[in-house]
């Protein structure tokens, strides 16, 4: 776990791009490209990088890390995005606190951002997206909503340990906040009989 931090604290300090291989479950895997913007003794904030763009931002644990990668590949990708000007995006520009799920949760809600929640566990993959709602000790409220923004009429609770991934101040969920909507009730008076 030292040599771990220290990885993590290197391309913190240094603003490297990385990719980063994680486990989340037995048998199942993913990676995370970006830049390391924080990080604490069990939690980690990567913004995101992809197609040569800045994106949003990813909070993990730690422990899920396998490898943090920073080959020639990465090394020549970075290179691009300095001569094209969009490091200079790169940077947390929200304060979250990472000393566990809730103190995170409740520094995004501070924010005032939306959030996507995902289990990435294949035995019990999960994906809400939405307005954080209600935050306890043992878990997240959010209330979801579907592809055609429309949210639900009630709130979706999440369990920490049922969490591996949460993406926030993220392009499609910023853009798709703007264009929600409550379901609009049917007046059981108002129908027509015919």
């Known amino acids: 776990m030292e040599k771990k931090i220290s990885t993590i604290k290197y391309h913190y300090e240094n603003k490297k791009y990385c990719k980063i291989l994680r486990k989340f479950a037995k048998n199942s895997r993913g990676e995370t490209s970006g830049f390391i913007v924080d990080y604490s003794e069990n939690y980690i904030v990567i913004q995101e990088s992809n197609e040569f763009e800045i994106l949003g931002y990813f909070v993990f644990p730690i422990s899920t890390i396998e490898e943090i990668r920073y080959n020639n590949s990465d090394k020549y990708y970075e290179k691009i995005l300095k001569e094209e000007k969009l490091i200079e995006k790169v940077g947390l520009k929200h304060k979250i606190e990472l000393k566990n799920w809730q103190t995170i949760f409740e520094s995004i809600k501070d924010c005032g951002l939306n959030v996507i ?22 878990s997240v409220f959010i209330n ?37 909507s409550k379901r609009k009730r049917k007046n059981k008076s108002t129908a027509h009989n015919t």
């Open 117 to 138: 929640i995902e289990n990435e566990n294949p035995e019990d993959e999960t994906f809400d997206i939405g307005p954080i709602t209600k935050i306890t000790e043992k």
């Open 144 to 180: 979801y909503f579907n592809a055609k923004g429309f949210l639900d009429d009630e709130e979706t609770e999440i369990n920490w340990d049922k969490i591996t991934l949460v993406k926030f101040d993220d392009r499609y969920v910023n853009i798709f906040s703007k264009y929600l």
